[in-house]
Nanobody
C-alpha cells in the first residue's frame, strides 16, 4: 500500500500562485501514473493533471496555468498553480495508480484545501 502526504495548500488572491507537493512512501515505478485531482463541494472528484513516464495530461480548465512535475528519485509529485481563479477553490488530492496483477490499485492522499479569493 502506498501512503501519500500532501502539503502546500492554503489561501491566495485571484491571480496568485500556489505550489502543492506530495510525497509517496513505497515503490513507485515511472510507468505508473501519478496525478492531482480536485473535488468541489457536492461534486465528484475530477482530474486536474496526471503524469506517466514522460507524458502529461491536463484538464482544459487548468492547461497553461498549472504545471505537474514528478521526481522519481524522491517519490515526489508537484503541482505549480499560477494565475489562480476563484473557481479553482477545491480540495486537491494526490493520486498514484499502482499496477497490481491485472488490475489497478488507486491510492489517495488526505487532501489539501486550496482557496482562491476574488
Amino acid at each position: 500500500q502506498v501512503q501519500l502526504v500532501e502539503s502546500g495548500g492554503g489561501s491566495v488572491q485571484a491571480g496568485g500562485s500556489l505550489a502543492l507537493s506530495c510525497v509517496a512512501s513505497g515503490t513507485i515505478f515511472s510507468r505508473e501514473t501519478m496525478g492531482w485531482y480536485r473535488q468541489f463541494p457536492g461534486k465528484r472528484r475530477e482530474l486536474v493533471a496526471i503524469v506517466s513516464g514522460g507524458t502529461t495530461k491536463y484538464a482544459d480548465s487548468v492547461a497553461g496555468r498549472f504545471t505537474i512535475a514528478r521526481d522519481n528519485a524522491k517519490n515526489t509529485l508537484l503541482l505549480q498553480m499560477n494565475s489562480l481563479k476563484p473557481e479553482d477553490t477545491a480540495v486537491y488530492y494526490c493520486n498514484v495508480d499502482k499496477a497490481l496483477g491485472s488490475g489497478i490499485q488507486r491510492n489517495w492522499g488526505q487532501g489539501t484545501q486550496v482557496t482562491v479569493s476574488s
